[in-house]
């Protein structure tokens, strides 16, 4: 909300200094009373704020970032413009230009997103932002909703405990614990200062699953259901009703050609501008890299395309020269081997092969930059499903092939949910649901969510 009103004066101030003086002889009210009278507005723009729902998703959406506010901010500053031109003709008090007007839209625009970004990062390291949570049901779905919970601090959840009134066995040690049956449910809520329930498939009866959610929803808790099926659902289903039954509509997966023409010349846009943009990163990354170690700058590998064509992918390497040859002899140090890895993914902590820029270039993604050639080519998307080695794409069967309907991305759900975090059964389907759920404005987005990870280190 501070930042709101900041950036709403800020940009009355900005659009002022520039432009008042086009309709000064024509205004009634010095700069100083106009200034008055605006600051007088902004509890009216909080309330149009508030109406657009833009101060309880983060409390409601664990996941809520500033993306996701772009659109509701845009539509807010939109019609607040227009309706403060319309009153002032009305009133004749004073006459801002058009050209004002138009200042004023823009910078308040991009002064509130940018605003509510960094008000929301610092609200995301006080500890007042952090929300206890309980699981119900401590069975394979809870237990992988902890984990998902977990793996991102920056959602503000703190897993206490499952609630379950027959959990199975499993390790302890490396689970919360099992805070006890759910009808002790409310009583756990008000002892430790639960903030947020997850719902996921106890073996409690759905009769009594009812009655206990009903019985929590007069206390200041946030409940969330994990849906049954919740595997075929994507960022694209829509809610509606028959006669007050809820029914989920899955949307129907059609890939327009106009869409699919507008999603490559985005691509071709974006990456003719990035290209640009960042000739001088790509040149200083090549000269590190050359000075570093010997061997070739860039880095090309066979990869798995769209409609099952292969291509090469371009990448700075990061890699001793002699990489391939080495990688049966490290082949031991995979993290995934072992009863409880994937034997479908191949990825060292700490590889010996990595060189010292390498190591800073993987660790803010910079090495996948040259990949905008690939996009240029027609060969990738700037966002669509991981592109696969030929090794690993042969483990993708059966519906999960619909991910290459799409050409792969050099970002798309699985980089900005996690990398190589994501277990490999669990990142391929996520592929399916962004090309079974796809949108260009989806696709924006993810570009968005994206810019961030680019300046946050993470292991190579």
């Known amino acids: ?50 109406l657009y729902n833009l101060y309880r998703r983060d409390e409601e959406r ?17 019609i607040g413009t227009w309706l403060f031109f319309v009153l002032t003709q009305v009133a004749g008090v004073v006459n801002p230009s058009v050209s004002r007007l138009v200042c004023f839209w823009f910078t308040a625009t991009v002064l509130i997103t940018v605003g509510r970004a960094f008000a929301r990062a610092a609200c995301r390291r006080s500890d007042a932002y952090v929300q206890n949570t309980v699981i119900v049901g401590a069975g394979k779905v809870g237990r992988s909703v902890a984990l998902k919970l977990s793996s991102h601090p920056e959602y503000g959840l703190n897993v206490l405990g499952f609630v379950d009134a027959d959990p199975p066995d499993h390790d302890q040690r490396s689970a919360p614990s099992i805070l006890g049956s759910p009808d002790r449910l409310p009583e756990i809520v008000d002892t430790l200062g639960v903030d947020r329930i997850v719902v996921a498939f106890s073996k ?35 809610m509606h009703t028959a006669e007050g039954l809820p029914l989920i509509g899955l949307p ?20 003719v501008f990035g290209l640009v943009l960042l000739a001088p990163v790509f040149a200083a990354i090549a000269i590190a890299i050359k000075l570093d170690s010997p061997g070739p700058v860039f880095f090309r590998q066979v990869r798995r395309g769209h409609r099952d064509t292969i291509f090469r992918i371009w990448k700075f390497r990061t890699m001793t020269e002699d990489a391939e040859i080495r990688k049966e002899e490290v082949a031991s140090l995979n993290k995934h ?124």
């Open 204 to 238: 409690v009866s759905h009769g009594e699953t009812v009655d206990l959610i009903r019985s929590l929803q007069g206390r200041s808790v946030q409940i969330d259901i994990v849906p049954r099926l919740f595997e075929t659902l994507g960022p694209g289903v829509e």
């Open 62 to 78: 664990a996941d809520h970032s500033t993306v996701d506010d772009v659109v509701r901010v845009f539509h807010l500053v939109t």
């Open 337 to 460: 081997n072992g009863p409880s890895g994937d034997p479908r993914m191949f990825k060292i902590p700490e590889d010996p092969r990595v060189t010292r820029v390498g190591s800073f270039v993987r660790r803010h993604s910079l090495d996948e930059l040259p990949q905008l050639f690939n996009v240029l080519r027609g060969e990738m998307s700037l966002v669509g499903p991981r592109p696969l080695i030929l090794t690993e794409d042969q483990y993708v069967v059966d519906w999960r092939r619909r991910r290459l309907d799409l050409k792969p991305g050099v970002t798309g759900l699985w980089q900005v949910l996690g990398r190589d975090g994501i277990p490999f059964e669990e990142m391929t389907t996520l592929d399916y649901l962004y090309v079974t759920s796809w949108s260009l404005f989806g696709d924006v987005k993810l570009i968005l969510r994206t810019v961030p990870i680019l300046f946050r280190s993470h292991a190579g």
């Open 252 to 271: 129907q997966l059609r890939l327009q050609p106009s869409a699919l023409v507008l999603k490559r010349w985005l691509d071709i846009a974006l990456s």
């Open 1 to 50: 909300m501070a930042a709101d009103a900041v950036g709403l004066m800020l940009a009355f101030l900005v659009s002022l200094e520039l432009y008042g003086g086009e309709a000064r002889t024509a205004d009634r009210v010095s700069d100083a009373n106009e200034v008055l009278l605006f600051l007088a507005t902004i509890p009216i723009w909080i309330v149009g704020a508030s």
